[in-house]
């Protein structure tokens, strides 16, 4: 399985960007994506989740209602838009896929692939 993370960039606070994840080398619709961000000095973190069939996405408190997750699976390919974004948004974003989850996706060792990683700079 083979994640391809693309869409980071430079954007002012209050901005948008959507990130896409595309997967390749299995069966789409049987994995579970979750969306990770890490910044330097901190621990990798969860952002957003959602399941194989799109009837369920999680999110942290520091996103709710600003940034959603979906999934097309007919392109192979999770989203992350993020709207009003703020400077503590900036960080490494990682997608990764999952063939069962514990607790919803939100932590990392559920997950069995990582993709390489795509920078999102907030500028204040």
């Known amino acids: 399985v083979q994640l391809q993370a693309s869409g980071g960039g430079l954007v002012q606070a209050g901005g948008s960007l959507r990130l896409s994840c595309a997967a390749s080398?299995?069966?789409?619709?049987?994995?579970?994506m979750g969306w990770f961000r890490q910044s330097p000095g901190r621990e990798r973190e969860f952002v957003a989740s959602?399941?194989?069939?799109?009837?369920?996405?999680y999110y942290a408190d520091s996103v709710r209602g600003r940034f959603t997750v979906s999934r097309d699976n007919a392109k192979n390919t999770v989203y992350l838009q993020m709207n009003s974004l703020k400077p503590e948004d900036t960080a490494v974003y990682y997608c990764?896929?999952?063939?069962?989850?514990?607790?919803?996706?939100?932590?990392?060792?559920?997950?069995?692939?990582w993709g390489q990683g795509t920078l999102v700079t907030v500028s204040s």
């Open positions: 990764a896929a999952a063939s069962r989850w514990y607790y919803s996706g939100t932590y990392p060792d559920e997950y069995d692939y």
């Open positions: 080398g299995c069966t789409f619709s049987t994995y579970a």
């Open positions: 959602i399941s194989w069939s799109v009837d369920s996405t």
